[in-house]
């Protein structure tokens, strides 16, 4: 191997004239050239930066066991698996793997265990303050997945769910101090409150549409905050209504009262996402998919009576929140004015906004952090308020929907950068791009394109006049070195779009058409030039594909 | 009788102060698309800068009821800039704005109580103590004056959107957006001039309604939401329609706390809201214009 990347020789030798063919010289005089091998050297040659190439095992892929592909759980006594599991086989090793698709009910899982366990894990000095804060914290995060179906599936802007639990806790506590209403009543009136009040409200909603319901739920919340306020039956001075029939006895300790206030709270947050389920991921919440806003007449179009579907939500969260404000009585002994005030609302709003509008986890997460600022970190004073808002502000201006947006933002604009990595990068030439090499099977195609990618790179140089013309004397035949290879390459490509010469009348018209490269599909013509002869039609073919070789 | 139009007088007072804010929330609406639910921070910031000018630059009156004017268009242009600006070009811009103005009239709202103190504060009366006497009602010199800025707030506003060169970027922003944008409209200017005439309007109601009652960090809460009620009735985005809604809002306030009680008016109010909003669910204005597509 010589350095010296283009040889000054003159002369081709001709390897076919040892075996002594017709008119086969030994040599042929010769343009400049270059080393065919040279090109191969420098494909191969080192050079910095190198690209990773594939894609990170984002998945975690389990191996299997024994010869089934992989072992089906099921909620008995349905078809119902309880992980989504699909299996693949490792392309390199061809071993066979299983992938979770759906982790959400192990992250569920886990959550909720250890809301479960919180009050045997819990440090005795802050354990009093937490399961207090639990308790409101399961209420909240209850009212905060009904007001996510209200918001979310039926797509309703309501902004008077904490009014309907504050109607339902407020009348429930007035029955139950003059009639004398056992606690376990409770919930149970609560659910008619709840009802009432959720046909009332409905009735606008099904005329007007988004923001102007959402502000005139708002007028309502404060209504309903002025009525209570400012009624005598309902305690005008104290602050709230007080001294309802509670599930609490006053004589346990007061660590007992804490623990069975946290478990209730708890309990209802797990009816609460039950009902979510449901509600959201059976018939309504699929009807409801069906119809996002701004596509109704689709929706109305396929036979979905939405509106119906969408009040039918509306309904069931407001006996559910109904059923809330009950239960709320019970567990504080009745209510403060509070549930009514702009200030629940906006925080009832950065909950949900917080974690992300309309999904079940973000409505509860979302509650737990807000929880945690607002009731744990009581210290902080005025300032908890503040940081509410600046992380309010923040999930607005940087995310696009909520915390559990976040992941398929990160993806987004992963997918994106990746995108202009690659495009960076990009050579052209036909070779495969790394992306698309690792995910193509066959491993052949690859340096099939690559050498043909370095063949035509070399063959580039080969092109001048003197070979053109060298063809156009003899287009057939032995040729220079140089020429033989072009025409060897040429002779050698693929059948779809190959050129041809068609003989319309021997020795007088030829046409040059090209090839289908399919079975049964006729050639088509490529112009319409009359060649008179037939090496004429040759060499205007050749001209052809050095024009396709030099444009690729 | 006497009292009857006394009320009446009394309902218009309060129809102009709170009309200043739908008017307000309306503009906002339909020139920008913004649900802006901090009218009631920009509220209470105005009458605060009022307060202060009053204690510690000159305690004229008029001078203190500029003051609040300016800082309420010092509010305004601050929402915009924080919320509007950054917000506008992102997807759901409607439901993000809502919750961006919230959260700013959350932190906005505990930073004044950090500042000033739940203590309510009470601006001089602008208009002196005077009183006139027309066919045996008498009329205090606060109500006229009240009325009359109002009025004339609203003229003035009305009057320069319709005559001058951004006034007519604005309406040609109310009418399509996305056309005025391409013909050369800037939107966050645009954003800026609508947000620090709206901020003017919440200001001089700051000042007006401070006289009257009281200024604390929290005041602004229910003169927005009458505000927004009142933008809702008259149909968002028409300010004509806001004025028909505060007239009969005010009515209605006078003649349900003379038959029924004060304690009825907000029932009878979101009564009548709700019934003009069945039948028209663009509100009155779905009669006179076209109001912004939510």
């Known amino acids: ?552 | 009788m006497n009292d009857i139009i006394f009320l009446v007088i009394n309902g218009i007072t309060v129809a102009s102060i709170y009309g200043l804010i739908a008017v307000a929330v309306s503009i906002t609406w339909s020139a920008l698309g913004l649900l802006n639910l901090s009218y009631g921070f920009i509220f209470s910031f105005a009458g605060y800068g009022a307060w202060l000018a009053e204690r510690h630059i000159y305690g004229e009156p008029i001078f203190v009821m500029f003051m609040g004017i300016a800082a309420g268009i010092v509010g305004g242009v601050m929402v915009c800039l924080i919320v509007f600006i950054p917000v506008h070009d992102k997807p759901n811009f409607t439901i993000r704005g809502m919750i961006g103005t919230l959260a700013v009239s959350l932190i906005g709202g505990q930073i004044l109580l950090q500042n000033f103190g739940p203590k309510a504060k009470l601006l001089p009366e602008f208009f002196g103590y005077g009183k006139i006497k027309i066919l045996d009602v008498t009329l205090t010199a606060d109500k006229i004056g009240i009325i009359c800025s109002s009025i004339l707030m609203l003229t003035i506003v009305v009057k320069w959107m319709k005559s001058s060169r951004r006034g007519l970027e604005i309406r040609a922003m109310m009418m399509n957006p996305h056309a005025a944008s391409i013909v050369g409209i800037g939107v966050r200017k645009t954003g800026i001039y609508v947000m620090a005439v709206t901020g003017a309007m919440t200001g001089l109601s700051a000042a007006l309604l401070s006289q009257t009652y009281y200024l604390s960090p929290f005041s602004g809460l229910t003169p927005m939401i009458k505000g927004v009620s009142i933008a809702l009735m008259g149909g968002l985005g028409s300010v004509r329609g806001a004025v028909i809604a505060a007239i009969i809002l005010g009515f209605n306030e006078a003649l349900t706390t003379k038959f029924l009680g004060g304690r009825y008016v907000l029932m009878t109010q979101f009564a009548l809201i709700i019934i003009v909003l069945i039948i028209r669910p663009r509100g009155i204005a779905g009669i006179l214009d076209k109001a912004r597509e939510a």
């Open chain 1, 1 to 552: 191997m010589s350095d010296i990347k283009t040889k000054k020789r003159k002369t081709w030798k001709n390897p076919l004239a040892v075996w002594g063919a017709k008119g086969g010289n030994h040599e042929v005089p010769t343009p400049e050239w270059k080393n065919p091998h040279q090109i191969w050297r420098d494909t191969k040659a080192f050079k910095v930066p190198t690209t990773k190439i594939g894609r990170f095992h984002y998945e975690y892929k389990s191996s299997n066991h024994g010869e089934k592909i992989w072992n089906r759980l099921r909620w008995w006594p349905t078809r119902r698996t309880i992980l989504l599991t699909q299996g693949v086989y490792n392309r390199k090793s061809l071993k066979p793997e299983k992938i979770r698709k759906d982790k959400r009910p192990i992250f569920w899982f886990l959550s909720l265990l250890a809301l479960a366990i919180m009050p045997f894990i819990l440090p005795e000095g802050y354990k009093n303050s937490l399961l207090t804060a639990g308790g409101i914290f399961g209420i909240y995060a209850s009212i905060n997945l009904c007001w996510t179906l209200v918001i979310g599936t039926a797509g309703i802007f309501s902004l008077a769910t904490y009014a309907i639990v504050g109607m339902s806790a407020f009348l429930t506590t007035w029955l139950s101090i003059n009639l004398g209403l056992p606690w376990w009543m409770l919930p149970m009136i609560g659910m008619f409150v709840g009802l009432a009040f959720g046909v009332i409200i409905a009735l606008p909603a099904l005329r007007l549409d988004g923001f102007y319901y959402g502000l005139l739920t708002l007028g309502l919340n404060e209504l309903c905050r002025v009525f209570i306020t400012t009624s005598h039956a309902f305690g005008a001075a104290s602050g709230g209504l007080y001294g309802a029939d509670t599930f609490i006895n006053d004589n346990w300790a007061p660590m007992t009262q804490t623990i069975v206030q946290y478990y209730s709270g708890f309990a209802l947050l797990i009816a609460a996402l039950f009902l979510f389920r449901f509600v959201d991921g059976k018939r309504l919440g699929r009807i409801l998919k069906l119809a996002p806003e701004k596509k109704e007449a689709f929706a109305e179009a396929s036979g979905v009576n939405y509106k119906r579907a969408r009040v039918t939500v509306f309904l069931i969260s407001s006996i559910a929140l109904g059923f809330i404000g009950g239960f709320y009585a019970a567990y504080y002994r009745g209510s403060a004015f509070d549930i009514f005030s702009f200030h629940t609302v906006i925080m009832g709003l950065a909950m949900i906004t917080i974690g992300g509008i309309g999904r079940a986890d973000g409505a509860v997460a979302g509650t737990l952090i807000i929880v945690v600022l607002d009731r744990v970190l009581v210290e902080l004073g005025p300032y908890r308020y503040i940081i509410i808002g600046l992380i309010m502000m923040f999930t607005i201006l940087f995310l696009k929907n909520g915390l559990f947006g976040v992941r398929k933002q990160f993806r987004d604009w992963r997918d994106k950068k990746k995108g202009e990595a690659r495009s960076s990068r990009l050579e052209r030439g036909g070779e495969m791009l790394p992306e698309q090499a690792t995910e193509t099977d066959n491993k052949d195609e690859i340096y099939r394109r690559r050498y043909d990618k370095m063949q035509r790179e070399f063959l580039k140089t080969l092109i001048c006049d003197e070979i053109i013309e060298e063809h156009k004397q003899k287009p057939l035949g032995q040729h220079s070195e140089a020429l033989e290879r072009v025409c060897y390459y040429f002779r050698r490509g693929a059948m779809n779009d190959k050129y041809v010469v068609k003989c319309e009348e021997p020795f007088k018209k030829y046409k040059i058409m090209a090839l289908s490269g399919v079975r049964g599909r006729s050639p088509r013509l490529v112009e319409d030039k009359i060649y008179d002869t037939v090496e004429a039609a040759y060499h205007g073919l050749f001209l052809r594909r050095i024009q396709d070789l030099m444009e690729a």
